[in-house]
């Protein structure tokens, strides 16, 4: 399991919080759609390496999703802010608990 992962230039680690921006298709338009959160994982090597960013969404609900780092279908990822010291293991620690027992951890 890889901690780091670079696109663009930039550097990313578990924990960090970033915002995805995305290009989604819908029949002939192309439209950005935003996806922020905080990054729990970072999976696999070389071209086919994935990263899960998770976000907290309305009523308890908290959704996952899965981008791969080498898809043209990313158009940018901006770092909001940085992990803090504790490092992954409270994000583990986030990304096994139900929503219920993380919301109160700074994200």
Do not use: C
Request: net charge positive; glycine share 6%; no cysteine.
């Amino acid at each position: 399991m890889a901690l780091k992962f670079t696109h663009k230039d930039l550097e990313f680690d578990i924990g960090d919080t970033v915002k995805v921006n995305y290009k989604i298709r819908e029949k002939d338009k192309e439209r950005l759609q935003a996806f922020d959160g905080v990054i729990l994982a970072i999976k696999g090597q070389g071209d086919s390496k994935t990263f899960l960013v998770a976000k907290n969404a309305t009523d308890g609900i908290r959704v996952e999703r899965i981008f791969p780092i080498s898809s043209p279908w990313i158009d940018s990822i901006k770092k909001i802010r940085v992990r803090s010291s504790q490092g992954p293991h409270v994000t583990l620690w986030t990304h096994h608990r139900p929503f219920r027992f993380s919301r109160h951890l700074p994200l």
